[in-house]
């Protein structure tokens, strides 16, 4: 079983800085295979980004990812006030077949 | 546009069963793979199970011996069930269809409780 982690468990920055999260892997992985996620609290989680570096339908360009082998990142370029939430990494592998990170939570500084 | 909705009982006995569904509108039922995903509270997201238009399923692992996904593609529906929960198995669950190894659309989620 390939184990996510992410770091940091929590990041503190303001508006308008740039924040970068990162996910790493125990083992190498296809990049088409990775995604992220944006939770915010009582909601449904929201895909950003898969196979690593393409956004998802309507999210803004602020949002990129990056990565390959077993080191993967998500950056927000300018912090808005509503990107301040929780973010999950997942990967599509073989047993389980997704599995996702710890999560790293985005707080305002 | 796909939405999926999602029903079932959201308080549960230890050792009964967890039965949840979700209906799927928009996109293409028998074309897609769809999925269960699970939240406890306060804490991260765990993956339940995988079922596609065939019918055939994949499950968690740590899940496996207590899990049963099916779907009815008469009325795009897909079903969880859950056998012999405990208060481990207390979280939100969520159906989700599967696109490009990713989760794209999500229900809305289902606070299922386990308790005495």
């Known amino acids: 079983e390939i184990v996510l982690t992410q770091s940091p468990g929590t990041l503190s920055l303001s508006p308008g800085e740039r924040a970068t999260l990162s996910c790493r892997a125990s083992q190498s992985v296809r990049s088409n295979y990775f995604a992220w996620y944006q939770q915010k609290p009582g909601q449904t989680p929201r895909l950003l980004i898969y196979?690593?570096?393409n956004r998802a339908t309507g999210i803004p360009d602020r949002f990129s990812g990056s990565g390959s082998g077993t080191d993967f990142s998500l950056t927000i370029s300018r912090l808005e006030p509503e990107d301040f939430a929780v973010y999950y990494c997942q990967l599509y592998g073989d047993s389980p077949l997704y599995t996702f990170g710890q999560g790293t939570k985005l707080e305002i500084k | 546009q796909v939405q999926l909705q999602q029903w079932g009982a959201g308080l549960l006995k230890p050792s009964e069963t967890l039965s949840l569904s979700c209906s799927v509108y928009?996109?293409?039922?028998?074309?897609?793979?769809w999925s269960w995903i699970r939240q406890p509270p306060g804490k991260g997201l765990e993956w339940i199970g995988e079922?596609?238009?065939?019918?055939?399923?994949k499950y968690n692992p740590s899940l496996e011996s207590r899990v049963t996904m099916s779907l009815d593609t008469s009325k795009n529906q897909f079903s969880l069930k859950v056998t012999s929960v405990t208060a481990a198995d207390t979280a939100v669950y969520y159906c989700?269809?599967?696109?490009?190894?990713?989760?794209?659309?999500w229900g809305q989620g289902t606070l299922v409780t386990v308790s005495s």
């Open positions: 079922i596609n238009h065939t019918g055939y399923t």
């Open positions: 196979g690593t570096s």
């Open positions: 989700a269809r599967l696109s490009r190894y990713s989760i794209d659309y």
């Open positions: 928009g996109g293409s039922f028998i074309h897609d793979s």
